[in-house]
C-alpha cells in the first residue's frame, strides 16, 4: 500500500477532498489491525462529519440502505441480531438512534456483497 496516495488525516473541506476520502477508504477497509486499521477508523469520523456539515438530509442514507437490502432479502430485525450485536443494538441502529461503526459496515458489506461506502 502506498500510503501517499492516501488522504491525509485532516478535515475535509472540499467535495474533492471528500471523493479523496472515500477512495483511501475503499483502500484500506478491510484492515482490521495495524496502522491502516487505526487510519480506516480515524478517516471514518473524518467522512461522517464532512457529511453531516454537507449532507445533512442524508444523515440516515446508511440505514435507510441497510432497511431495503432487508426487505429484498427478506431479511427481519432478528437476522441481523449477533453480526451487528444483540437485540437491542439492532433495534438503535434500525431506529436510528445508534449510527453504524466501521465493524458493522464492514459485517453489511460482506453480509450484502455491496461496497462499504454504500453504508457511509
Known amino acids: ?5 492516501l488522504y491525509p488525516l ?8 471528500y471523493e479523496k476520502a472515500l477512495r483511501s477508504m475503499e483502500a484500506v477497509f478491510d484492515e482490521k489491525t ?3 486499521a487505526d487510519y480506516a477508523e480515524t478517516l471514518v469520523i473524518l467522512i461522517e462529519h ?6 445533512p438530509v442524508e444523515k440516515k442514507q446508511g440505514v435507510e ?3 431495503f437490502l432487508m426487505e429484498q432479502n427478506d431479511l427481519k430485525q432478528k437476522d441481523l441480531v ?4 444483540g437485540k437491542s443494538t439492532v433495534s438503535e441502529i ?3 438512534k445508534r449510527p453504524l461503526n466501521l ?4 459485517v453489511l458489506a460482506d453480509k450484502f456483497h455491496v461496497k462499504p461506502a454504500t453504508f457511509v
Open 1 to 5: 500500500m502506498n500510503f501517499k496516495k
Open 50 to 55: 464532512y457529511e453531516e456539515e454537507n449532507f
Open 82 to 85: 449477533g453480526s451487528l450485536g
Open 94 to 96: 434500525l431506529n436510528g
Open 34 to 36: 495495524g496502522p491502516l
Open 10 to 17: 485532516m478535515v475535509i473541506k472540499t467535495q474533492n477532498d
Open 65 to 67: 440502505v441497510l432497511k
Open 103 to 106: 465493524q458493522h459496515i464492514r
